[in-house]
């Protein structure tokens, strides 16, 4: 084994340490209006519709695949830990289906290759050991003229610093990888994953719980359209389509 495979085991199993270590919490499916509106936002970007074949990368508990599923999208799930993918059948409890695969998207089952009109995921590139060798390989588990979306956390945005010294679970050696989500990097490194077109949109203001509440929503999208701290906005949607 060379020293690059193994330091991207290293680097897979602190990953999962990091995400078993305390359950999680945030990471279980829960139907609240915060994580739908993420949802739909990914959604929309992304011109998915009823049907289309997706691939949720990163998919842990299933916080987000069963509300894409909900939507009308053949979505499956990958993710590196056996332990959240069994909690993710326990939350299916069969309602679903959804075909799950434990595999670092580096090496992913050869019957993927290809299938999805769409490979997505939520918070889940900040995670990877080498972002542009993994942005390669959903590439081709993509079908020519689809595409690649994720939603990640903005580093412009003072409040996740914030919350990885306060946030029981969460630290900066787990979650340091938020330094390679800027705009720059990320537009370059789809390009150099052959990926074409690539695109980001932000947005988020408020924080969960206001979000959840009645008037959350509508207070959110109005401090959206500010253009003082557009660039600021939490969420970044990013976006890239893989040749035809």
């Known amino acids: 084994m060379d020293h690059e495979q193994?330091?991207?085991?290293r680097h897979n199993r602190e990953q999962i340490e990091?995400?078993?270590?305390?359950?999680?919490?945030?990471?279980?499916?829960?139907g609240s209006t915060y994580a739908r509106r993420q949802v739909d936002r990914l959604i929309a970007f992304a011109g998915l519709t009823p049907g289309e074949r997706v691939l949720d990368v990163g998919c842990g508990m299933g916080r987000y695949t069963f509300a894409l599923a909900d939507h009308g999208l053949v979505v499956e799930g990958l993710d590196l830990s056996e332990s959240l993918l069994a909690r993710f059948r326990e939350f299916?409890?069969?309602?679903?289906?959804?075909?799950?695969?434990?595999?670092d998207v580096l090496n992913p089952p050869a019957e993927l290759a290809g299938r999805?009109?769409?490979?997505?995921?939520?918070?889940?590139?900040h995670h990877l050991h080498d972002l542009g060798a993994c942005l390669r390989a959903m590439r081709d588990l993509a079908r020519p003229?689809?595409?690649?979306?994720?939603?990640?956390?903005?580093?412009?945005?003072?409040?996740?610093?914030?919350?990885?010294?306060?946030?029981?679970?969460?630290?900066?050696?787990?979650?340091?990888?938020?330094?390679?989500?800027?705009?720059?990097?990320?537009?370059a490194a789809m390009r150099a994953a052959g990926l074409s077109r690539?695109?980001?949109?932000?947005?988020?203001?408020?924080p969960q719980f206001a979000v959840n509440s009645s008037w959350g929503p509508r207070a959110e999208?109005?401090?959206?359209?500010?253009?003082l701290w557009s660039r600021l906005l939490p969420f970044q949607l990013f976006r890239a389509d893989v040749p035809g």
């Not at 299916?92 to 595999?103: F, K, M, Q, S, T």
Request: net charge negative; glycine share 12%.
């Open 6 to 9: 193994r330091s991207i085991e």
């Open 18 to 30: 990091y995400f078993e270590r305390a359950g999680k919490h945030a990471m279980r499916p829960a």
């Open 92 to 103: 299916d409890g069969g309602r679903y289906g959804i075909p799950v695969h434990c595999a």
């Open 116 to 125: 999805f009109d769409a490979v997505i995921g939520f918070f889940t590139l």
């Open 145 to 187: 003229g689809g595409r690649i979306v994720f939603l990640e956390p903005n580093p412009l945005n003072p409040l996740y610093y914030i919350q990885m010294l306060v946030v029981p679970g969460m630290s900066w050696s787990g979650d340091k990888g938020i330094l390679n989500m800027r705009e720059p990097d990320m537009f």
């Open 198 to 206: 690539p695109a980001v949109e932000r947005f988020g203001f408020l």
């Open 221 to 227: 999208d109005t401090l959206e359209r500010v253009p």
